[in-house]
């Protein structure tokens, strides 16, 4: 059976408690800010003509204060934590994290320094993403997903079939899988993915920005060991019910 550590938490002071008691791990998979939030754009769209683009509320762009720093305040808070993600890597672990298609290479030119070699870009495909209204710039479809191993040893790689190992996955966006009110809640199913490969049953999988929880619902369904740190409270029991859940339906097949 699987074990669970969900920390309610501080990342940059979780891991490093973790680090102090000599913890490591074998997959970091993480969804940490972008730092993209923006105002709600507050137009009334309740009686525009195109039934795609009418909407009873105003979109939200702001995911939290989270993702609303300055900008260098952002650089170096990706450093620590991305640091410290690196000190509890074992040699030949893996580090994926979602990030900004702005600021993804951020991720590689600082693994470098880490001693992190980067392995590949991932690109998530959202197949109904978000109208555009103005019509001045393609849809905003795709997510990266950055890919690197620690060291020189060889990373956990477990190839599948050739048409499942392409560097692309396609899900619909949130709005027709969501499960939570989470505004970045990822699909379980592409982190299944992700962890079929990069990882193997019993290792130690860890999600320092654990959101609503996906990354732990995944370790569940696949047999691996989870830590999970999420700020905030909300978030954080979300998440913990999602994942007891997940537990409990598991223990039933």
């Known amino acids: 059976m699987s074990e669970v ?3 309610q938490g501080d990342c940059l002071i979780e891991m490093q408690k973790l680090i102090d008691k000599g913890v490591k791990v074998d997959l970091i998979c993480t969804d940490p800010p972008y730092n993209v939030s923006k105002l709600n754009d507050n ?7 195109s039934p795609i ?13 989270w993702d609303n720093m300055e900008r260098q305040e952002f650089l170096d808070f990706t450093k ?5 993600c690196v000190d509890l890597l074992r040699d030949g672990g893996t580090f994926i994290s979602f990030f900004s298609k702005e600021d993804v290479n951020y991720l590689g030119w600082m693994g470098k320094d880490m ?6 870009t991932f690109t998530w495909h959202k197949t109904n993403p978000v109208p555009s209204f103005r019509k001045v710039n393609y849809l905003s479809s795709c997510e990266y997903i950055y890919m690197g191993s620690k060291g020189e040893s060889a990373w956990t790689f477990n190839f599948k079939q050739q048409k499942e190992m392409h560097n692309f996955f396609e899900t619909p966006n949130k709005s027709s899988w969501g499960v939570t009110k989470h505004p970045t809640e990822k699909p379980v199913t592409l982190i299944k993915h992700l962890l079929e490969i990069h990882s193997n049953p019993n290792d130690i999988v860890l999600d320092c920005f654990m959101g609503s929880g996906t990354t732990g619902v995944a370790c569940q369904e696949l ?3 989870f830590i999970g740190i999420e700020l905030d409270k909300k978030y954080y029991e979300i998440a913990e019910k999602r994942i007891k859940n997940a537990n ?4 039933l097949v």
């Not at 620590?80 to 410290?84: A, H, K, M, T």
């Not at 001693?115 to 590949?120: A, F, K, M, S």
């Not at 409990?248 to 223990?251: A, I, N, P, Y």
């Open 43 to 49: 137009r009334d769209r309740s009686k525009m003509g």
């Open 223 to 225: 047999n691996r060991n």
């Open 248 to 251: 409990e339906q598991k223990r």
């Open 53 to 65: 683009m009418r909407r009873k509320k105003p979109l939200n762009y702001d995911f939290g204060e």
């Open 5 to 7: 550590k969900l920390i």
């Open 80 to 84: 620590e934590w991305y640091g410290l």
């Open 115 to 120: 001693g992190v070699r980067y392995r590949n």
